[in-house]
């Protein structure tokens, strides 16, 4: 097990070297820390942005079990984002559980966390923290200043937590901050913008049914499992998905709830989500070159070369022959 404790919240990143033997890695614009090979692989990436913000991006796999104990005195706000892997920490007495694919808004103060690292487990997730004071600007500001009953700590409380899905919108945003953490070309100016971005959706999101009060749920027990476990349906068999009907039998619910669901959850429509993720899907092959434009098409389920090519203009403003000659020029330039 290991300690953490530092009063100044740009500190907790260099505490992740001792705690978990990483090695600085050069890099003019992000600070970066590398796993060694004996303890597992990967890294953790950080940026401090203007206005108070800290960006972290991490993506590593340990190759044994740790144990890290972070504590500090300062108010901060995180906005977490899990892609992959998730987990268990406690705060303050409290076990929070991290999923794949939501985000969590986390208030602490005074507090002392625990964190398990489980070992062989892929991890990849974006994090953004500021002081409460900041967060509370950017939310005056972001929804120009609209008086909202932002999640605030009592003077009793040392900790809290929400919890919400990633929708089509922030997923775009965060694949976007993963993938140009790795491009050295204008990044700071893009990590400043994207990320900016993505707090302001966040925002929206928390306060989407205005004033900060939540619209009644349709969902009961475990029906959000179920809607998460049908986009998962939807992705892994996008290229030959089920109908509404055999979707909604596979989860475990009836049609009108699934679709009420995805609207809730997602914002979209079950078919609706089923396109953004297909066009997602075959934008990062075309950008990796890991495929042409007809066999990005036909990856992802379009059967027609040239509709695919007009959904994707029409959601990504540029012809998927241009974005993959734009691809396989930056792979041939020299390093």
Known sequence: MVHIEHRDMHQHFYQYKPALEMIDEPDWTMETL?????????????MILRGGLELCIAEYRMSAERTTTFTGTESLVELNYCLEGGGVFEASGRRVEIKPNEWQLLLMKDI???????????????????????FRDYVRAGMDGEELPVPRLRQDQTFHTSSCPITPEIGEVLQQLMRQARDEALRRLYMESRTMELLLLSLRQLFASGGGEQAKSVLRGDDLDKIQCARAVLFERMDDPPALLE????????????KLGFKEVYGNTVFGLLREMRL????????TGRMNVSEAAYAVGYSNPGHFAEAFRGKYGIQPHTLLARGKSFEQSPK
Do not use: F, Q, S
């Not at 398990?116 to 487990?121: A, G, L, Q, R």
């Not at 979707?247 to 699934?258: E, P, Q």
């Open 280 to 287: 997602e899907k075959a934008r990062h092959c075309l950008e």
């Open 247 to 258: 979707l909604a039998r596979l989860v475990g619910l009836n049609d009108n709830k699934l």
């Open 34 to 46: 590398r796993l060694p090979k004996h303890a597992g692989e990967g890294e953790v990436r950080r």
């Open 112 to 134: 002392h966390a625990v964190m398990k690292h489980e070992p062989n487990k892929e991890m990849r997730y974006l994090g953004i923290r500021m002081k409460e004071a900041d």
